[in-house]
């Protein structure tokens, strides 16, 4: 039995705001995105190894990926890669999770990161997740990072949170989906809002109360697999749950209803590497805001995100605020920042055929 957390990474999604760079096949999470010489798995788990041994890691992901998984981290032994038969949200993901590893380990406390996320300093990360790792033993706490806004970003949910002196915990007042502009800016303004990182720190047995309480068709399910997590008769098992549950966020499952959710905040360069806006804002521009990653001579462009592997000559004139991007088969060009659209995009390219999605 561990007194270190077990790490819960969530490596299931597939990465449709990235299309046509991020595939069905190998999804973001699978991808050097960033140029390191890791992907953004990799970068997840190695971020964690101060705080936990190899064997605390929990991957879980869509079974298509089971063998994206063990090769990228063959630190894992089979038993800690979960497969989904399925996708059907967080809840889901997170619950069948943590009741496996409550049933192996009652005492076990769990942090849930996504396998997508950047966080630029490690140091102040670790520290953090600490100070969470704490605050979660008291009994019943949900713990979530919340991540100190430095501009009026649209593209991420937030927390309010009620102020307190004396503490860094703090009581989690309302979670708020993603603002319009102008809304933003007075969330910022206003300072007792925080970006809501996707991670969360609890003890496995605070979360199975909170579901109990707050989802208990969800827990039901889950609750039935006691005896069977870690068998052989699992698997089918799991399937047969996946049927049972219906498509729901942790956030909206749990965090919204349950009074038991506090924030610690958190200011340690972090992203969410959603979309192309979002990584474009991360990479080195050149003197009219371009990012170039590609063979290229440009005219009259400015702040557009050129990415073309290979020695094709790009040549560019008059875009503003565009993306170029030429993955495989796919040649796509839109507004960089046309988030939005990127599900009809990719619903429409798959009418045209399988393999450009």
């Known amino acids: 039995m561990h007194n270190k957390p077990y790490i819960l990474i969530m490596a299931g999604g597939i990465g449709a705001r990235f299309w046509p760079y991020s595939r069905r096949r190998r999804p973001k999470q699978f991808l050097d995105i960033l140029g390191t010489g890791r992907t953004l798995l990799q970068m997840t788990y190695d971020r964690f190894t101060e705080m936990a041994e190899p064997d605390q890691f929990v991957v879980i992901t869509y ?24 996708r059907k949200n967080t809840a889901t993901c997170i619950a069948y999770a943590t009741y496996r590893i409550h049933s192996l380990d009652p005492e076990a406390t769990v942090i849930v990161t996504p396998a997508d996320h950047l966080i630029l300093q490690e140091k102040k990360f670790t520290r953090t997740l600490k100070k969470a790792v704490e605050a979660a033993a008291e009994d019943s706490k949900l713990i979530t990072l919340g991540i100190k806004p430095n501009r009026p970003e649209t593209g991420y949910g937030y927390i309010q949170y009620i102020e307190k002196a004396h503490t860094h915990v703090f009581r989690v007042k309302a979670f708020i989906e993603k603002p319009n502009s102008k809304l ?13 990182s996707g991670m969360f720190v609890w003890k496995a047995k605070s979360l199975i109360l909170a579901f109990e309480k ?31 549950v219906k498509n729901i966020s942790i956030d909206y499952g749990v965090m919204e209803k349950s009074s038991q959710v506090y924030v610690i905040l958190g200011d340690f360069g972090w992203s969410d590497l959603g979309s192309w806006n979002s990584l474009y804002d991360l990479r080195e521009k050149d003197e009219n805001n371009n990012v170039v990653e590609a063979n290229a001579i440009l005219y009259e462009t400015e702040n557009s995100y050129i990415k073309v592997k290979g020695d094709k000559l790009v040549v560019v004139q008059g875009l503003k605020n565009y993306l170029v991007n030429e993955t495989d088969n796919v040649l796509l060009i839109c507004k960089l920042d046309a988030e939005k659209k990127f599900r009809e995009f990719v619903s429409n390219a798959k009418k045209k055929g399988e393999d450009f999605i």
Do not use: C
């Open 184 to 196: 933003a800016k007075t969330f910022l303004e206003s300072g007792d809002f925080v970006w809501n």
């Open 63 to 86: 079974r298509k990926y089971l063998a994206l998984v063990k090769e990228q981290l063959p630190e894992l032994k089979n038993h800690q890669i979960l497969t989904e038969p399925l």
């Open 214 to 244: 707050h989802m208990p068709d969800l827990a039901e399910v889950f609750e039935e697999g006691v005896s069977i997590y870690g068998t052989d008769k699992e698997a089918e098992f799991v399937s047969r749950a996946y049927t049972q």
